[in-house]
């Protein structure tokens, strides 16, 4: 075994932690046990040195003088956060007590795991944690919050997670940003795009609202949430009506151009124009300009599949680059996701053969607070969480906070800090940080594994997530030898039958997925080729083509987006004073129309409303957004003082495909407050 024993004073490789697809490398600078620098690893070949304010100021966040160093218990009533310490060995006695408990009375189906990718790590994200809640039966989560709808969308057409290589959009001549902010959340597609663009490459921003992204691009394009099937249609119609399409390509490559040629006859530019808001000569220019721009590239975001109609809209955006051809061309194609390009063996990391009743229930994250309220069979009655934070990233927060406050839910949580979901919690166990840690990281953009140990001891008495879970198995007397796995044996389980080389791993900290050339070589959906159209999808209840599908009618006459903002991750550093500062608290985009019409200037505080609650915040009027959107950013911490939690407004349906939350299909009502 090699020695990664911890060094008191130098300088380490490390990679960065957080659930963004750059993933960069980093160089830790450490003194006196302590880290006191993060800058970036200037020999990563995609990350190249840059790196954000959010990990720039990681120092701050390992620290911070509110950060949990013992167990603690809950002394006063749920949501009040009221704890007192107590011992590793009274807290491991009181979970397995309740829970041995539990079992014995209702099942161990009455337990639920609930986590997502607070840290990117695979084993601190979905290693001993499934080993050992499968070993348990507890009640299997269905992790869809973030990028089901849209990976499910894109499988249709493209067959797996796999893009373009992002190192080769330097040789693009047009750039597509549909619905990223990447200036906020993807910064070295930008680095590479402004690298493309001295060479004569334009940037052309398609979003909801004009941020930071919009305002860098060469041209912003401005559309209704949840419209963008019917822009990527209408520039289909345009391009098999004018001839831009790659008549050969398409043969060899595609199944369904010709049926898809007559289905888009009715998506003309005159209704697409009616449906987005983008006007005719836009959308004419738009498909012109892709169709005559070679090679072309299309960066498609996250949030745009956070509708009820998300996983259609990827689909349909995914299948632009087949009908031009650009998937031949050197740096063109697309990116939704790169995450099937890297291997590793998720069953040996997972290991699912634990789990005996292969029947056990699974639960959607994305319902938690109704879960919560109204499962009965058996009820939910104990949470354990880790990497997230429920009660302010999940829908319907106002749902989520009663079902918390459940007197009946017996509820753990594991954590750096006392975060909104742990006021609820009975027990909170303080969490090491990922410097801490020994794991492995695959980016979901770039083509780079990357390797993590341990660069300081653990703070104070912290533990990781595969810690706590020996201890616990220990604690229910579970003999499997699975589940005292070192994280060294696992991530050397997990990587046996990678695609990138343990050298590289080894002598670099990072190392790339090794992979055909071309995308097309073995593309996995059931015809071998670009499906232009879908006969699973059919059989699943999905148009076979491309199709746009209205948003759900609600009452309220506002359509909401609340988008992520520059200096927070989800709830991840909604904390910290520092990055409150930056983003100089929540602001509410309203077109300068409706602003007047309700008689709102600017820094105006308003209330937005539906019958799932309410927020206030400041008003920022003007023409970043169209007229009948409002648009706001960030989740803001209870931290944030007067301020609710935008997710009190976001619907928990689900989305058309995948099962995907539909965040932005919120509608509001709008007044001065």
Partial sequence: MEDHSIQRNGVFKSVCPLDCPDQCGLVLYKKDGKIKKVDGDLDHPVTKGAICNKVRHMTERLYDKKRIGHPLKRVGPKGEGRFKRISWEEAVKIITSAWQDLIKKEGPESILPYSFYGNMGRISAEGMDRRFFHRLGASRLKRTICSSAGAAGYAFTMGGSFGTDPEETVHAKLFIMWGINAVSTNMHQVTLAQQARKNGAKIVVIDVHKNQTGRWGDWFIPIKPGTDTALALGMMHVLFEEGLTDEPFMKKYTVGHEELRDHVKVYNPYTVSEITGVPVEDIYELARLYGKTTPSFIRIGNGIQHHDNGGMCIRTIACLPALTGQWLQKGGGAIKGNGSVIQFSQYALQRPDLLEKKTTRAINMNSIGKELIDREDPPIRSLYVYNSNPALVAPESNKVRKGLKREDLFTVVHDMFITETAKYADIILPAASSFESTDFYTSYW??????????????????????????????LGF???????????????????????????????????????????????????????????????????????????????????????????????????????????????????????????????????????????????????????????????????????????????????????????????????
């Fill in 479 to 673: 003999k499997e030898k699975e589940l005292y796995d070192s994280d060294e044996v696992m991530l050397r389980e997990a990587l046996k039958h990678s695609n990138v080389e343990w050298t590289d791993l080894k002598e670099n900290h990072y190392g790339k997925a090794l992979r055909s050339t071309n995308i097309l070589d073995d593309l996995p959906t059931p015809s071998g080729k670009i499906e232009l159209l879908s006969k699973r999808m059919e059989k699943l209840g999905h148009p076979p083509l491309p199709t746009y599908v209205p948003l759900p009618e609600e009452e309220e006459p506002f359509l909401f987006v609340p988008g992520p903002n520059h200096s927070f991750l989800n709830s991840t550093f909604s904390n910290n004073e520092k990055h409150r500062k930056l983003e100089k608290g929540p602001i509410l985009h309203i077109h300068e129309d409706d602003a007047y019409a309700k008689g709102i200037k600017n820094w105006d505080m308003v209330k937005i409303w539906n019958n799932r609650g309410q927020c206030k915040m400041k008003a920022a009027a003007g023409q970043n957004v169209l007229p009948g959107v409002v648009v706001c950013q960030g989740l803001w911490s209870d931290e944030a003082r007067g301020f609710s939690n935008v997710n009190t407004l976001t619907p928990d349906r689900l989305s058309d495909m995948g099962e995907g939350a539909v965040f932005f299909s919120s509608r509001v009502h709008m007044e001065k407050a």
């Fill in 446 to 475: 770039h083509h780079y594994m990357q390797l993590q140990y341990p660069v300081v001891e653990h703070y104070k008495e912290s533990k990781t997530n595969s810690e706590v879970f020996r201890l616990l198995a220990e604690a």
